[in-house]
């Protein structure tokens, strides 16, 4: 598991790279009201926005967070997407397939993330 600076969970799944977001970012937002996911198949470049997240205090882009494709949404989050604040580490939003796997390795470890949400 690694984390950006977005407060994103980034979780490797085979060839594929899963993202979530944090529990620091699920209970900064406060509740979520409303997700609107990518589509499968869309081609993303780093720092893309590609969803949307909205809740009681604030509107939130999720950004890519790497070059790749989108393969497949989290479907439940449109119509639940209180999912998000319940189990915010496994309500994931999007699977990538990404050039660059190894890449992930430049965010955050769950310590370097610790430190840095303080």
Same mark, same amino acid.
């Given at each position: ?14 060839? $594929?790279?899963v ?6 970012? +699920? ?12 589509? @499968?198949?869309? !081609?993303?470049? !780093?720092?893309?926005? @590609? +969803?949307?997240?909205? +809740? @009681?205090k &604030? %509107? +939130?882009? #999720? ?6 494709? #989108? ?11 209180? $999912?998000?604040?319940?189990k ?6 999007? !699977?990538?397939?990404? &050039?660059? $796997? %190894?890449? @992930?390795?430049?965010?955050?470890? %769950?310590? %370097?993330?610790e430190?840095?949400?303080?």
């Amino acid at each position: 598991m690694r984390y950006t600076p977005e407060h994103e969970w980034l979780r490797i799944e085979g060839d $594929l790279v899963v993202v979530g977001i944090t529990e620091h970012a +699920s209970e900064q937002l406060g509740d979520v009201v409303f997700v609107e996911l990518p589509e @499968v198949g869309r !081609k993303v470049e !780093k720092g893309d926005e @590609v +969803s949307v997240i909205e +809740s @009681v205090k &604030a %509107a +939130s882009d #999720i950004l890519a967070p790497l070059a790749g494709e #989108i393969v497949e949404v989290n479907e439940a989050l449109p119509d639940t997407p209180a $999912l998000v604040n319940e189990k915010p580490m496994e309500a994931w939003f999007f !699977k990538m397939k990404v &050039a660059d $796997l %190894a890449a @992930v390795e430049d965010y955050m470890s %769950a310590g %370097a993330y610790e430190d840095f949400i303080g």
